[in-house]
């Protein structure tokens, strides 16, 4: 197992891409937090986990709260002895136009990618700086390095994740801490679903054309990227050996963006 013994927090991890991503390190042999806004979202994935014969535990975390991080990230270190791998993958969506979008919308989409993202990484970052390294990783998007109509706060937001990905590579490196971002393109998770019908509003078209003309356009084969996809990128990076592979955004799309 890739995984074995190594101690996880994922963020966001209640559904979509982060349960998967746990219940992936969790059959890895990882023992794995899953933090969640609610803890009944965590415990379900706790459970799942369980009953395939792995470790988790259960954390209600609001990750654009320092207290409930931090008091997360020491529950812990007090059950299991440490934190080897974090990844911040909480994240919300908002649609509208750039002159039309509150700031209340703007700030809220920004405190929970980077805000978050930036608690998670300083909490995770004294622990695995006392135990001698770790492994940081960020939930990116094909966003954090383009941009797309009709979510200003959203690109923002993921392009700034990547600066404090590559940061955090560069400051951690002495501290045999790694940090690399993952960049999916379009997943057919709740938080992409209930973009389709905004996103078809706002441009006048139909659902099937969002899919087909907006979302998948770019795409060689015309598929989403599934939440396996992801979550197999996430345990390579979580168990890659060294520092050849830090400071770098990975991309899996279908080919929507090529770098």
Request: aromatic share 4%.
């Amino acid at each position: 197992m890739r995984l074995e013994n190594r101690i996880a927090l994922i963020t966001g991890a209640g559904r979509g891409i982060g349960r998967a991503i746990a219940e992936h390190y969790g059959r890895e042999g990882a023992r794995v937090a899953v933090a969640d806004l609610t803890l009944e979202s965590a415990q379900e994935a706790v459970d799942a986990i369980e009953q395939a014969g792995g470790t988790a535990m259960a954390l209600a975390m609001d990750v654009t709260d320092e207290h409930a991080v931090d008091a997360g990230v020491a529950a812990i270190v007090e059950k299991w002895g440490g934190l080897d791998i974090a990844l911040a993958n909480a994240g919300i969506q908002h649609i509208d136009a750039v002159h039309k979008l509150s700031f209340s919308d703007w700030r809220k989409v920004m405190n929970v990618h980077l805000d978050g993202a930036f608690l998670v990484t300083r909490a995770a970052l004294k622990q695995m700086y006392a135990s001698g390294g770790g492994t940081m990783l960020y939930m990116g998007s094909v966003h954090s390095l383009e941009a797309s109509p009709l979510k200003a706060p959203y690109v923002a937001a993921k392009h700034g994740m990547l600066g404090l990905c590559r940061a955090v590579a560069k400051e951690g490196a002495e501290h045999g801490v790694r940090s690399n971002i993952i960049c999916p393109g379009f997943v057919r998770t709740p938080l992409v679903d209930k973009q389709i019908p905004e996103q078809a509003k706002e441009l006048g078209m139909s659902e099937e054309d969002v899919i087909s003309k907006v979302m998948l356009k770019n795409t060689v084969d015309g598929e989403f990227t599934t939440v396996e996809d992801v979550a197999e990128l996430a345990v390579h990076l979580a168990a890659f050996p060294s520092a050849a592979l830090t400071g770098q955004s990975i991309v899996v799309s279908h080919g929507w963006h090529m770098q």
